[in-house]
């Protein structure tokens, strides 16, 4: 008699489809938090926010999977203008030693995605402040504190980190 296969529990299951479908959520409605998609996915699925979610690496992996399926001409584009868009302000702002973060970085970044870029600096707040054509109380204020800045190609999020003391 020929065995079969043993099948994998529900909750394996239940934790592919949350994945999935927080996968779909990033890529269709735009939402960049990990968390966020994967309690609304369970949410829609009638799980609750705790039962089987999955890893943040098993909704990357189910994106890229979505993305190449149902994005395969749109996503890579705009991942190259995004990095394009990237490489700019990064040139631009090189005395702050600019560090790419996020989706742009991943390669995951969609159609609704915003460049995110870290800066570090000893004490310059004012000085990328001056740089951005913003007063620094607008939002970039204090160590860890992030300003939007519109550029030709997308939205830019910078952070800056103070390395003070190090």
Known sequence: M???KPSLP???NLRRSIAAQAARLMAEDGID???LAKRKAARA???SDSESLP?????EAELRAYQALYQEDEQPERLRELRQVALEVMEMLDDFRPYLTGGVLEGTAGR??????ELFADSGKDEVGAILGQETE???GGAGRA???QTAGAQCHLRLRDVVGR
Do not use: F, H
């Not at 890893?55 to 909704?59: A, F, G, R, S, V």
């Not at 609704?112 to 870029?117: D, K, L, N, T």
């Open 138 to 140: 607008r939002g970039l």
């Open 33 to 35: 938090n990990y968390g």
């Open 2 to 4: 020929p065995r079969r």
């Open 10 to 12: 529900a909750s394996s």
């Open 55 to 59: 890893t943040n690496e098993e909704i």
């Open 147 to 149: 300003a939007p800045v």
């Open 112 to 117: 609704y995605a915003e460049v995110e870029i």
């Open 45 to 47: 699925l009638g799980a």
